[in-house]
């Protein structure tokens, strides 16, 4: 199995109306009932904006350096996401597709690249 990204950038996004809104919430979480039934959804959440960051990070002479709020320069922003966990490119794809046609707007499909064996390269040294 491969875990695939399934996700939209909130400008992608018509505004819609909080009715709009729990509509597609509802759809969109039908489809995710599936995937877990399916036993394919590894883990999602939506909602998210510019409004939803907590800060940056960033390394300077070794060390983590905070700065608070949206400060990425970008138009745009991570608005939602799953992972799901499926046999292939076909299956990743059939599910992009469910949540695009649930919530209607578009939606970007990333594979995982396999993990790498740390053990089996801390052995190798």
């Not at 509509?23 to 995710?32: G, I, L, R, T, Y």
């Not at 036993?39 to 960051?53: E, K, L, M, R, Y």
């Not at 400060?71 to 996401?81: D, Q, R, T």
């Not at 966990?85 to 299956?91: C, G, L, Q, R, S």
Request: glycine residues 8%.
């Amino acid at each position: 199995m491969t875990e695939y990204l399934i996700a939209f950038n909130d400008e992608w996004v018509a505004p819609h109306t909080p009715e709009q809104i729990q509509e597609k919430a509802v759809a969109s979480m039908a489809v995710v009932e599936e995937m877990k039934a399916a036993g394919v959804f590894v883990f999602g959440n939506g909602g998210i904006d510019a409004s939803t960051v907590l800060c940056s990070v960033q390394a300077r002479d070794g060390e983590p350096v905070f700065t608070d709020g949206p400060y990425v320069e970008s138009k745009e922003h991570l608005g939602g996401f799953c992972v799901v966990d499926v046999a292939d490119d076909e299956a990743a794809r059939y599910w992009a597709g469910r949540l695009a046609v649930a919530l209607d707007w578009p939606q970007e499909v990333h594979r995982f690249p396999g993990r790498p064996d740390v053990a089996a390269a801390a052995n190798r040294r």
